[in-house]
């Protein structure tokens, strides 16, 4: 019956589980989600990661191209990253060109890395107003189940840790490239903002909601943040919230965010470690 | 063409460094030769099928979907409910399928677009062909069953595995289907015939050569997917690229069909863990 | 518990003759009955005749087919007909919605002709409806013109929900106001079990 009556009165369904300070599938209201992350597994990217929080699936693949740089900017490489959501993931999303969603996402996690500066596109300069790298970054939703953002992010800052660049060599005289694969370098990362979302439930503040709880709640709430400072906050309309509500929502993100961020870093060093051994 | 104003779109004038690579002194001549000779460059026999990985629920959003890795070939396959057939008014009987195969822009050599290409848009279709014959469509008339393939990482032999594990995904999701199916890929290159080619080994496979140096005619040579139903032992789909005399194709057949059927036991295994595992669940709730 | 009989698609479960009859989840082929889904073997004995089925032991794929009861909620009205989506069939819940529509002449079994959409049903009561036969692609025919059928659960205007107190009212639990609606009678579920 339980079935019957979450499909018919989602909403009521869900207040009385809240009652009882639980959520259906068994957390607390402030709790969040086993965190997986897993790099390196596809051989053909130059850097790759996947990350899963709860049943959340995201995966990143980085591809390293060689271009021009833009006339004004000459000694600035590219960073382009793109967030799918296909069919595949959800029922929500159908064929054909990006949703809604999948639009604002991506600009979202494209802004937030140029804003915060983690990485610097004069790094990826080889020669000056002639050959820089442009990155690709795509990453793809296999199974969305709330979320969506966090999980971006993570595996979008994992899988840059992880680029292996080899070195180029260029001769400008005779437009001549050469690479050298057996050397590959490592990109500087300078800082990892990480973030976490909340979803507003009438007076309730629900931590890391699955798919099923976002579509019910009134309101989300995205915060960022970079060591210890506030990076940024996206609260895409909804109901409103109180300032100190927005004040515990941002120290627990903080809290949350060393976690994450020695998660990266283990996954990270781990591999290259490996890197070293062989 | 068109610009995509619905992603961030990149420099235009963006090549891939593997371009610029030291190539190494072996010719794509020696490749083939060696080919010719029977030798792999992982050291498997011509008629050896890398070790298959299957995983049924993988995708918790879907209703049925499967996990599939040989080496380093890695698809994801999700199936949905049955849903309306858009911009349809009239009435039909039987239902139909709706296959989306999707390279990840990251899975292959050199980088994909984010839209379907004409090679994906014809898998697309090869696997809507193999699969609508395994599936008893009069169970779900005037509807759609979706199904959407993504490749991770793709290391030759995509496309059968894409098929298999559909097969999984479909029964996973309790459409009823007539027989479970499974399928193979074959790369010929003279008389090599190699099952289960690599991406190296499928490329090399679609180059035409000549038979000896003093002949002009050309080799066979191309690559065959065949889907087959293993119970009632029924082709569903046999598709071949490049240019095959015909001794050689009553060979190949059977070859691939001894190699689908070692690929059947695996997809049974497979969805009988799925059906233990919700069967105990169902008891215990 | 006994050990489940387990099959996968296309497994040939018995020989098809007069003691064996092929059932839910299997289909016939060349004097053989073989099985359609993944799932558990189930043999039913229906006077004398071995009915052999295979249940589905995840979620369940089905559509709506004619004469199925299925659980709707109401979405939009009109004067002539109103909207509803599908949410279950029988006691499968449905993980994708599909549309139905209920028309004036359908919604009771007696005086067709003076029946009112609004004053049988509100948006957003949940009614159970039986499928009438398919006659436009993308939207079901349903029916509630049977006893059984029509609103079950109902909200006043006020929010709260609703009692029946009659064929055709139902009264708000905490204003006490009336409303009218095309009330079902709902049968216990042990005597639908026993039938």
Known sequence: MAKQFKSLHPTKFYRDYLNQDIRPDGRLVSKFRPVIINIGSIATADGSALVRIGKTTVICGIKAELCPPKPEKPNEGFLICNVELPPLCSSKFRPGPPSDLAQITTRFVADLILNSGCINLKDLCIVKEKLVWCLYADIICLDHDGCIIDACLLVLLTALKTVRLPVVQYDAAIDKKTIDASVKKCLNIYNTPVSTTYAMFEDKIITDPTTEEEEISSGLLTVVVKDKELCSIHKPGGSPLSEEKLYECINETVNHADLLITLINTAVSECNDDNKNC | ?285 | MTKPLICVPGQRLCILDKTHESGQGTYERQGYIYSSLAGVVDVVDKDGVKVVEVQSTGEQTLVPTQGDIVTAQVTILTQDFCKCVIKCIGNTVLSRTYRGILRREDVCATDKDRVQIYKSYRPGDVILARVLPITEAHTYNLSTAENELGVVIAHSEHGYPMVPISWTQMQCTKMYTKELRKVAKVVPENMNTKT
Do not use: W
């Open chain 2, 1 to 285: 063409m068109p610009t995509d104003n619905k992603r961030i779109a990149g420099p235009e004038d963006s090549i891939s460094y593997r371009l610029f690579k030291e190539t190494s002194n072996e010719s794509v001549l020696s490749k083939i030769n060696n080919l010719k000779n029977n030798i792999r460059s992982d050291g498997r026999k011509t008629n050896e099928q890398r070790k298959i990985f299957l995983k049924c629920g993988v995708v918790s959003q879907a209703k049925g979907s499967a996990y599939f890795e040989v080496d380093n070939t890695k698809l994801i396959v999700s199936v949905y409910d049955p849903r309306e057939i858009p911009k349809k008014t009239d009435y039909s009987l039987k239902g139909e399928l709706f296959c989306i195969f999707k390279y990840a822009p990251f899975s292959c050599p050199n980088r994909r677009g984010h839209q379907q290409d004409a090679e994906e848009k014809q898998h697309s279709a090869i696997m809507k062909r193999a699969l609508e014959s395994a599936v008893c469509r009069h169970e779900f008339p005037n509807f759609q069953v979706d199904v959407y393939v993504l490749v991770l990482e793709n290391d030759g032999s995509a496309l059968s595995g894409a098929i298999t594990a559909a097969g999984i995904a479909l029964a996973q999701a309790g459409i009823p289907m007539y027989d479970t199916i499974t399928s193979a890929t074959l790369a010929i290159q003279g008389s090599t015939k190699l099952l289960d080619p690599t991406l190296e080994e499928e490329a090399l496979c679609t180059i035409a050569t000549h038979k000896s140096d003093t002949e002009t005619g050309y080799d066979s040579h191309g690559i065959i997917v065949l889907a087959i139903l293993s119970t009632h032992e029924q082709i569903s789909e046999f598709y071949q690229l490049g240019n095959l005399n015909l001794d050689t194709l009553n060979e190949s057949i059977s070859i691939l069909m001894n190699a689908t059927k070692e690929i059947v036991p695996l997809v049974e295994k497979c969805l009988v863990d799925y059906v233990n595992k919700t069967f105990k669940a169902n008891g215990q709730s």
